[in-house]
């Protein structure tokens, strides 16, 4: 019997195991069912190179559990090990000390990844006792038994075994019982083995018993594994059903994926794999950590942001490289150039795609484009140079449901829709129903209007407004038709300065007091043929209102009220109507008003006239009190005057009825006030 010491500079080596270099004490069961696998295919290898010529027989990789001993035991039938392997692969983990070992490959991992021991001592994450019992393929090899209890003495000793490969024991620990569960080894085998090279039996499979009335073992094994899968497979060998078969496999629970793209190169880098574009409408990081990354079909992580662009992580399916750089525990990206390399190169086999897809097929791309919006636009937002792609087959539909390239679209409205300072003006919409009557009104004009109602929409507005030439994206309802594009200079309001003042506080004053809402009246000469009232909402402001929910350091706008304007056309004839009858009603009751008005205001006007001839300094106490007192007395009487007229409104139903069809227009006339406005509709019927 042989003994010593695992060489190791510390007597801390397992802590250090457990703290630094794995993420989740399940590793242990991925990283000894991948030795087991490597061994398996090291022996293939020897047999084809003609240096093994015995029968490889089967070369099932087995997992078996014993709760009553508390063990877990993986066999394989691979090259097995001789003392002096065991001595070298096992004994020597050349650790120069625990900083130094993590300093030497924190930037380089890929000269540890897949070294037997390291793997190997995952097991002690796990287990208060580990055996290896092991025969190597050699002739004349004997089997040959190591164990170790968690420190650093080991013990090697003659063994039992008839046939070539290793079963690795483990010893489980009291506080790590769950992992003696058959569940749980079955689920941590689906996660992290499904599709290993070596095929994996774990246990029996089960058919039901009429006799026992329970679920018993057959003599069949139960494998675990596909050791085939779809990505190692060349394309041009498969179908779109086998594509759509894998996805189910993969993802049990989701819809039909649009299509997918089959990744396979081998310079200058090794990447193969199948990336799935699924139905996305909203709920972005719902959708994340769907791509599955593995390394020569062990699995790695669903956590691939280091390696794919940020919008990327919304596709789903499979990657498998041997050179994405891995921390030693195998389950960390390192970020480095190769890694760089690699993302770029996804993301432009991504757009290679999405454009031969369009090209081929433009009318299938159309009818995926709702689902394909969102990742676009994401895309474009996060990559520049995936814009610099997508905008050739990113598409823009209007309300009518017809699709566009952004250059047909162009083309499509450089005649109609510049203003006069030559600027290409993109009219849209966020909802067909909600504004009808504005869409109405600008195709109406000759106008076409995009429905953008998309969850970045609003985001990507702001981008093609900086990658389009003179170009600016107005929403249909955010002010009356002719100021959307203005052709030419406003026409001239034919009322009064007092008869618009007087008009705008006769509506004014009859706004209704809505939460976080701020209602602005102007009054506008939009011609008889217009509506009589319109309400808009500023694009700048709602924009930014918008953005502040996808963006921090903007909440200062999602707190701001809503400001909306509500424009009355001088031209219509209810208008006039509410006007000249304001004038008769109240004629005789704000004479008074407006001449002791006019007379306070040309007193304060001579009042400033004088003092502004004298220093600050000059002027008396009697000067200032007389220039606040008319002050006052001007304001008194405005507020008089708003008064006669807002009491004039209160009683007026056409007043009313004119605010209420502009809030009923915008969905925002409900409860207690649209009962009041039903009512009063019956009444000005009869």
């Known amino acids: 019997m042989q003994k010593g010491n695992i060489g190791v500079t510390t007597e801390n080596i397992f ?48 997992i078996s559990l014993d709760a009553d ?28 000390g625990v900083n130094d070992f993590l300093e030497k490959y924190k930037d380089n991992a890929n000269n540890i990844i897949g070294h037997f021991g390291l793997g190997f001592y995952s097991s002690f994450m796990v287990s208060k006792k580990v055996e290896i019992i092991t025969r190597s ?21 003659e063994a039992e075994r008839e046939d070539r490969g290793s079963d690795i024991i483990l010893y489980i620990d009291d506080d790590c019982k769950e992992f003696l569960e058959k569940e749980r080894i079955q689920q941590l085998l689906g996660k992290y083995c499904k599709f290993m090279a070596v095929p994996i039996a774990f246990g029996k499979k089960q058919e039901w018993s009429s006799d026992e009335k329970k679920m018993v073992d057959t003599q069949e094994d139960n494998i675990i594994n596909n050791v085939d899968p779809l990505w190692t497979k060349a394309p041009s060998s498969l179908k779109d059903e086998d594509y759509q078969s894998f996805y189910r496999t993969l993802y049990p629970m989701s819809d039909e994926p649009m299509f997918w793209i089959h990744l396979n190169v081998d310079y200058p880098f090794n990447l193969t794999g199948i990336l799935y574009f699924p139905r996305i409408k909203s709920n972005i990081d719902l959708q994340r950590n769907k791509i599955q990354l593995y390394c020569n079909q062990v699995f790695v992580t669903d956590q691939v942001e280091g390696i794919v662009p940020e919008f990327l992580t919304l596709l789903h399916g499979v990657i498998d490289s041997p050179d994405i750089p891995l921390n030693v525990s195998r389950s960390y990206l390192q970020s480095d150039r190769e890694v760089k390399k690699i993302s770029t190169y996804i993301t432009k086999k991504v757009a290679d795609r999405l454009l031969s897809i369009f090209k081929e097929d433009r009318k299938q791309y159309e ?25 050739e087959f990113s598409l823009m539909k209007d309300t009518e449901g017809k699709f566009f390239t952004f250059d047909e679209y162009k083309t499509l409205i450089e005649g109609a829709q510049k ?38 929409d609003v985001p990507a507005i702001q981008m093609l407004e900086q990658k389009f030439e003179k170009s600016r994206f107005t929403r249909v309802d955010s002010d009356i038709i002719d100021r959307l594009i203005v052709k030419e200079d406003a026409p001239k309001n034919n009322l009064t300065e007092d008869e618009s003042a007087n008009l705008s506080q006769v509506f004014r004053s009859q706004m209704p007091k809505l939460e976080k809402t701020e209602f602005m009246v102007e009054v506008q000469s939009l011609g008889e043929s217009q509506r009589p009232v319109v309400i808009t909402q500023n694009e700048w402001m709602r924009r930014m209102k918008e953005m502040s929910r996808f963006q921090q350091g903007m909440n200062f706008y999602a707190q701001m009220p809503d400001s909306l304007n509500l424009v009355l056309n001088a031209d219509h004839p209810l208008v006039k109507r509410v006007l000249n009858d304001c004038k008769e ?21 001579a ?18 009190d007389m220039k606040v007192e008319t002050e006052k007395a001007i304001e008194e009487q405005k507020q008089k005057k708003q008064g006669v007229l807002s009491d004039y409104a209160a009683k007026n139903d056409i007043v009313h009825q004119l605010i209420d069809l502009a809030l009923l227009q915008n969905g925002m006339l409900k409860g207690e006030a649209l009962d009041k406005f039903l009512k009063r509709s019956v009444e000005l019927i009869k």
């Open 15 to 62: 802590p250090v195991i457990k703290k630094f270099l794995y993420s989740d004490h399940e590793i242990f069961l991925r990283e000894m069912v991948s030795n087991a696998v490597d061994a398996t295919q090291k022996l293939k290898t020897l047999a084809q190179q003609g240096e093994f010529k015995d029968e490889l027989g089967d070369l099932t990789v087995r």
């Open 69 to 96: 001993k508390g063990t877990i035991t993986i066999s394989d039938r691979g090259i097995g090990m001789t003392e002096d392997e065991i001595d070298k692969y096992i004994n020597q983990i050349a650790f120069s």
């Open 137 to 157: 393929y050699k002739e004349g090899s004997k089997a040959v038994k190591w164990s170790c209890d968690g420190s650093p003495a080991y013990e090697i000793d």
């Open 367 to 391: 009818e995926k484009w709702d689902d394909l919006k969102l990742f676009i636009n994401y895309g474009m937002l996060s990559e520049e140079s995936f814009y610099d792609r997508a905008k």
């Open 419 to 456: 203003d006069k300072d030559g600027n290409l003006i993109y009219l849209y919409a966020t909802d067909k129903e909600e504004q009808y009557s504005y869409i109405q009104a600008a195709k109406d004009k000759g106008y076409s209007v995009l429905l953008l109602d998309g969850q970045l």
């Open 585 to 605: 009603t109240t004629a005789e009751t704000l004479k008074p008003i407006e001449a002791e008005l006019k007379g306070q205001e040309a007193r304060l006007a």
């Open 607 to 624: 009042i400033r006239q004088q003092q502004d001839k004298k220093k600050p300094e000059e002027l008396t106490q009697d000067d200032k």
